[in-house]
């Protein structure tokens, strides 16, 4: 079968307002990506069961006349009653502590959740980009990790409902672009962080933030020696609407990430040297399946669309703890204040002091 044209592309040949869906739009990343499409002109169509998504990540977009809210899961899809040009699939939970609280819905999410949206793909001839994840690569031999790399996943472990979900969301979308009936574009996520992400969500930025910020001791798993690279929400969503909008489609997935690698201690001593009142470290076994190393390879996405994240970590971080200070409504410290002697020369090279 030969792939249609996009709506897409017939909305930008007659100069039309875009129609864009994004799944998972009231959470972390979805509401960012929201906020650049209506920026961008796009009339956005945000759909959301609100099951890890919060409504105050879209409450300022309530009222703006090319805003719309569906609560709704994508695995009883309703009618939209709209045509669109484009869907985003951000909708599943995405940290441990989240898709593993009812794993059979995470997999259901990835599987059948991701069939309703290409099948509404396929009806309107609407573009449409899978928001994968490094997950995909498990625990990998491979490092740093390039597309091609297929993995070192268990398919029976506590993380398979999202790994193995993933990698099966991943073959339906290419099983589709290969039969010419869907627009598919698959952006492989690695650790995102920024403002909006949940206080509760289990994840590592978060969780240093949040403890540091309340005065509670710090939580590592593991010796911390365990590396991540952590990209700024606002450099993925800049990607992610890049590889929607890449003409012609790559055809292949593409890594999205920062490739700056750090290890979890060196996050703790740049946290500290933000949030001087922290506690003390404490560290706790690592949880089963959990990567020793994770960093993107980005050759693909630098070449194909012209994408590479700006935002360097201590930037990024800054903003984080200063966005979550407000929300949690903690008062800012006083300005002469320097780290613990047990952290200081960590959080100093953190720093690039």
Request: overall charge neutral; hydrophobic content about 40%.
């Amino acid at each position: 079968m030969v792939q249609r044209p996009s709506n897409n592309e017939g909305a930008r040949r007659k100069g039309a307002r875009r129609t864009v869906l994004v799944a998972g739009g009231a959470g972390f990343v979805g509401s960012h990506l929201c906020d650049a499409l209506l920026g961008a002109g796009d009339r956005v169509l945000c759909l959301d069961s609100f099951l890890t998504g919060s409504s105050r990540n879209i409450q300022p977009l309530m009222n703006h006349p090319q805003f719309r809210l569906i609560e709704a899961d994508i695995c009883a899809l309703p009618g939209l009653g709209e045509p669109v040009d484009q869907i985003y699939n951000l909708a599943c939970a995405a940290s441990p502590p989240q898709y593993q609280a009812d794993p059979i819905h995470t997999m259901m999410t990835c599987v059948t959740g991701t069939g309703n949206l290409l099948s509404l793909a396929e009806r309107e001839g609407a573009s449409f980009l899978q928001a994968s994840t490094s997950e995909v690569y498990g625990d990998p031999a491979e490092h740093p990790q390039r597309e091609d790399y297929r993995g070192n996943v268990s398919c029976t472990g506590p993380r398979a409902c999202y790994d193995e979900g993933k990698r099966a969301a991943e073959a339906l979308c290419f099983d589709l672009l290969r039969a010419g009936r869907v627009d598919v574009r698959v952006a492989r996520i690695f650790n995102t962080y920024g403002p909006r992400m949940q206080p509760n969500d289990g994840r590592i930025v978060s969780n240093l933030i949040v403890q540091a910020l309340s005065g509670q001791a710090m939580t590592i798993y593991g010796s911390g020696e365990q590396t991540r690279s952590f990209c700024f929400v606002s450099d993925l969503v800049a990607g992610l609407m890049a590889l929607m909008n890449a003409d012609p489609n790559p055809g292949q997935p593409v890594n999205l990430g920062n490739p700056g690698e750090f290890t979890i201690n060196e996050l703790a001593a740049m946290v500290v040297a933000l949030v001087p009142s922290a506690g003390d470290l404490v560290y706790r076994p690592l949880p089963a399946d959990d990567p020793q190393r994770r960093r993107p390879d980005i050759a693909r996405a630098e070449a194909l669309l012209g994408w590479t994240p700006r935002v360097p970590l201590a930037e990024g971080l800054a903003a984080t703890v200063d966005w979550f200070r407000a929300a949690l409504d903690v008062e800012a410290p006083r300005p002469i204040a320097t780290p613990r002697p047990r952290l200081r020369h960590q959080a100093a090279a953190a720093l690039g002091a």
